[in-house]
């Protein structure tokens, strides 16, 4: 008998975006799924490549993609714009900035969604450019939800619950591992906005992580049970507000804070969750690992690399 | 709705205009506010062009679109006092003032960002098969931004409902055109893009009218270009006289501000009513004052 293979992590972003586009197409309309090249060529890295529905084919004008976005989304359209890469977002913060504002100052529109789906070059060798990771950069900059999910279950929720629902978000999916087997982590407690999602429960940490590097957590906490040491596992997205509660009290209990950050943003999430546990637990011992210092923006060594070794050991 | 009618409104919505500016001068708004003495024509003809699901993307210098939709002073005036009684339960202000009800969908003061959010509302009306058209306006100034090219090409590729005027005023703030950059060729661009190009000048009301409702017509099989060259009496935000030494000065106490010259509509919808005009500029003057927040209404509104 045949051991089932475990999908790669794109095979499950494609799945479940098909699953929620699905019937979509008949209770959500107009709906708008637009890209560069979205139905040519790699079809975004497969990101696309089985979208169910039309698909709209743009050139390349990103900040009126974006524009576009939010006008669809004021009429009560749906949007979903399919991004390759996170980049690309960049030339348009204008619209994400200051549209998101007006959007937010006039209250939530009727119905209408607007969804953006980037790739994010977390694989390295991408050169000085091309790298772009600062997802939670922008999500706080424009007062937008992100999320940059990992696991298998975190995917196909917040594929399931974001990407048609009512207002704007960013979805973020990481390239690093796009042909990687999708991490199969079992799910104890999710947040009801997929802001936050336990996958362990531990004494002796608590590790908690943001933009993709879910994987370097569960590695970690596979190492410490090695040792015989248990930790809590937690998978943040920005979400705002921030409510990092059940976090903080976990790390509170458990006496320590491990907290992991792909993103290269100098100014991390990293460092207010730190400070939250530590104004509400003053003896917690903290360890961030960011890419602050080691974000070089080099052709070689970008990856987001802790010294797991090291932080297994507990005492 | 008749010339005259039109002419009316114009002269109506310059009183209106006046009365924002005497009460920038008291320091009564504690927002920015960009009067369009010089836009009214435009904005009169195109509030009578639009059919009911039509749609408007606004600019900073929104104030004659805002008043000529709401076809009323004081939705906008208590706005600008950010009054709950405003349009937007005061809210939102001078420079991102909607009035969905009006169909004034959108409205930015970041210049060229109403172009790309106006390609979205048109492409929800084309994919709903709805006839409704956006005009998105902007300016001379918005051209020369990259959102400017974009949304064109943009709208083009799509065949988007999707009407862009350009208010040229041959000014963004206090440098002219041929101060700040090379000219641009808005009809030659246009015609590179294969989206046909309408110009406009003159303030004439029954040229406009036809002009704007051609536009609509033709923007309902995709995007169309239209250029107004507008005179803008005053290119700063804020009440004219803006400071000591402003050369334009502007004061109701004179009774109407209104320039012997086609530039200037107020000039042309004098001389389209003809005899009639003293009399309804006395008329409109005469009811100024009563449009205007009282002292103890302006208590209330302060609490």
Not at chain 1, 140 to 155: N, Q
Not at chain 2, 10 to 27: A, F, P
Not at chain 2, 118 to 140: I, M, N, P, Q, Y
Not at chain 2, 210 to 219: I, K, M, S, Y
């Amino acid at each position: 008998m045949s051991q089932p293979v475990t999908p790669t992590y794109l095979a499950t972003v494609q799945a479940a975006l098909a699953r929620a586009v699905s019937p979509a197409l008949a209770t959500h309309t107009p709906l708008v799924q637009m890209g560069e090249n979205i139905d040519k060529g790699s079809c975004i890295c497969g990101l696309t490549r089985h979208l169910p529905g039309v698909l709209t084919n743009i050139g390349n004008c990103e900040l009126t993609h974006a524009g576009t976005g939010f006008g669809l989304m004021m009429n009560g359209a749906h949007c979903v714009l399919y991004m390759k890469q996170l980049d690309f977002l960049l030339l348009a913060l204008d619209q994400l900035a200051n549209t998101m504002q007006l959007v937010r100052a006039q209250g939530t529109p009727v119905g209408g969604s607007f969804t953006i789906a980037a790739i994010v070059c977390d694989q390295g060798l991408q050169g000085p450019q091309s790298s772009f990771q600062g997802l939670n950069g922008i999500c706080s900059t424009v007062r937008a939800d992100g999320f940059a999910p990992v696991a298998k279950v975190e995917l196909e929720r917040i594929i399931e619950a974001q990407l048609l629902r009512p207002g704007f978000r960013i979805l973020a999916f990481s390239q690093r591992l796009f042909g990687a087997p999708v991490a199969d982590l079992p799910l104890l407690w999710e947040a009801e906005d997929q802001s936050c999602f336990q996958f362990a429960s531990g004494r002796d940490a608590t590790i908690a992580c943001f933009s993709f590097t879910l994987d370097s957590g569960a590695e970690l906490a596979a190492r410490m049970a090695t040792g015989g040491h248990s930790a809590s596992l937690y998978s943040l997205h920005p979400v705002f507000p921030h409510r990092w509660e059940r976090v903080v009290e976990d790390a509170a209990r458990s006496g320590r804070l491990i907290v992991f950050d792909g993103g290269k943003e100098t100014l991390s999430p990293a460092h207010k969750l730190a400070a939250q546990v530590l104004l509400a637990a003053p003896g917690v011992r903290v360890d961030i690992h960011t890419r602050e210092e080691e974000a070089i923006d080099a052709v070689s060594e970008d990856r987001f690399t802790p010294p797991l070794e090291e932080l297994a050991l507990c005492g | 709705m008749n010339p005259r009618e039109l002419a009316r409104r114009v002269l109506e919505l310059r009183l209106w205009q006046h009365l924002i500016n005497e009460e920038m001068k008291r320091g009564r708004f504690r927002i920015p506010i960009h009067a369009a003495f010089g836009h009214e024509a435009l904005a009169v003809a195109l509030d009578a062009a639009l059919a009911p699901a039509d749609q408007l993307a606004l600019t900073h210098r929104n104030m004659a679109y805002q008043f000529a939709r709401a076809r009323a002073f004081a939705p906008v005036y208590q706005e600008y006092l950010l009054s709950p009684a405003g349009a937007c339960g005061g809210q939102l202000g001078s420079m991102n003032l909607t009035q969905p009800s009006h169909g004034i969908a959108y409205t930015s003061s970041i210049l060229g960002n109403n172009l790309p959010v106006a390609c979205g509302l048109a492409f929800a009306h084309k994919l709903r098969r709805s006839e409704a058209v956006v005009f998105a306006l902007t300016g001379d100034g918005a051209m020369e931004e990259g959102a400017f090219y974009e949304t064109l090409l943009f709208a083009r590729s799509h065949r988007l409902p999707l009407a862009v005027l350009i208010e040229n005023n041959d000014h963004s703030l206090a440098s002219r055109i041929a101060e700040r950059r090379s000219p641009v060729d808005a009809g030659a661009l246009a015609a590179s893009l294969d989206i046909p190009y309408l110009p406009l000048s003159g303030n004439d009301l029954t040229v406009y009218g036809q002009t704007l409702r051609r536009a609509r017509g033709a923007a309902q099989a995709g995007p169309v270009v239209l250029e107004a060259r507008v005179r803008t009496f005053c290119n700063h935000a804020g009440a004219t006289p803006g400071w000591a030494t402003d050369p334009r000065h502007i004061s109701l106490s004179e009774g109407l501000v209104i320039e012997p010259s086609s530039e200037d509509p107020a000039y042309m919808a004098v001389r389209l009513l003809g005899e009639e005009a003293p009399a309804f500029t006395e008329s409109l003057v005469a009811l100024a004052s009563g449009l205007l927040a009282t002292p103890k209404e302006e208590s209330c509104l302060s609490r």
